[in-house]
């Protein structure tokens, strides 16, 4: 039996990794600067190549760029393959194939056509939150369908983003399929074989400012929230806090439609400091929505009820108008009712939505967490406060913040407490709207 010795010997950190990889089909590894992290998965792709046994085996490297992932990796893959005998290398379309056939290819995420199409049998993306997070959803995670493929992402925290998200899904996942695994530098400093030295890493913490080092080395995904509309302690200390098991305050309905796309329509009703109930949907027609709206209006009977009026949004709110249903449309890029702070109504409704977080409490959901902290503060000439806006957010790679504007509608107006003598009993209301 003839031995191939491949010259990669991993570190302790760097095994976790491999064993995280084998022991679960989706990994969300989030490690720090110059870890290894890129080597040890491109030897987890070699390895996989061989022992996954699959006939005519595909597998990829993708990161966010091309140019990146020829930089960053084919280089790798050369030279960790090039003691297998009778493995081909094709520079022109950076493959590299083995004798069962096995090829492992590089990407580009900007370039997402010369992905479809094709199967998968595992991937690793590196920097996913660099990537427009449809890369992931429409052309990658379609790709490993069909052949049960796997799947690693990798990287360093900048933000609340796809990234941030997939590690969450990854922490609380009870099926068996994800695993999350944090590497920050406070961690394999106590290694016996750590891939920094502790005179190395104190002296990056002083060149780089606390900042930068809690982003890039400790992996600290709330580091760079320091110019985010919302606080991330605001909406972590939230998601903390129990509902109150009773309150008076009147139940708000917010409505946010949908605009092209890859957005999402919401609604979500708050009672006071309390919000209950948050549905998503995506690319229906008018009606579909008119009927979704009228069900929690007839079921619910808010006493506000917000909807989007901008764009798609004039439609379902004069519709269900037309039927009876009392809703109040909102322009949120309407004046707003301090124009001296504010650019617009939407920065006046997000503040209020800010201020308001800082004794609520909301539910534990990956959608409105990553809304909520998306956007980030700015200002227009005249220094008024604004909202950060949807295409600045997709040039950065994050999806419109459907869920967190909608609840920022049930802050559009003040809604008047329902009188006292004409409250409903407590427990006459469903569990649904009763919060």
Known sequence: MTVITIPYKPRSCQKRIHQLSDDRRFAVVVAHRRLGKTVACVNQLIKRSIVDGK???????VAPFYKQAKSVAWDYIKFYTAPIPGRKVNEAELWVELPNQARIRVFGADNPDALRGLYLDGVVMDEVA????????????????????????IGTPKGINTFSELYQRAER??????????????????DADPPLSPGEVEQARADMGEQAFRQEYLCDFAADNSDSF?????????????????????????????????DRSCLVLRRGPALGHIDIWREADTMTTVGRVAEMLNKCKPRAAFM????????????????????????????????????NLKAEMWSRLAEWLETASIPDNIDLRKDLLAPRR????????KVESKDAL???????????????????????AVDRAARRPRYAESDLCRY
């Open 55 to 61: 006939i005519r085996g595909v597998y990829g490297y």
């Open 130 to 153: 660099q990537m427009r997070p449809e890369v992931w959803g429409e052309i990658i995670r379609p790709a490993l369908s069909d052949r049960l493929g796997w799947a690693i992402f």
């Open 173 to 190: 996942d009870d099926t068996g399929q994800w695993g999350a695994l944090m590497l920050p530098v406070s961690e394999t400093l106590g």
């Open 230 to 262: 919302i606080s991330y302690q605001d909406v972590v200390d939230a998601e903390r806090r129990e509902p109150p098991d009773y309150n008076e305050a009147p139940l708000i309905m917010g409505v946010d439609i949908a605009a092209q796309g890859h």
């Open 308 to 343: 989007d009026a901008c764009g798609l949004g004039i439609g379902p709110v004069d519709r269900l108008k037309q039927l009876g249903h009392r809703v109040i449309g909102v322009n949120s890029g309407a004046k707003a009712g301090r124009s001296d702070l504010y650019a």
């Open 378 to 385: 700015e200002y227009d000439p005249q220094n008024r406060l």
């Open 394 to 416: 997709r040039r950065r790679g994050l999806a419109s913040t459907d869920v967190a504007d909608a609840l920022a509608l049930t802050f559009a107006q003040p809604v008047a």
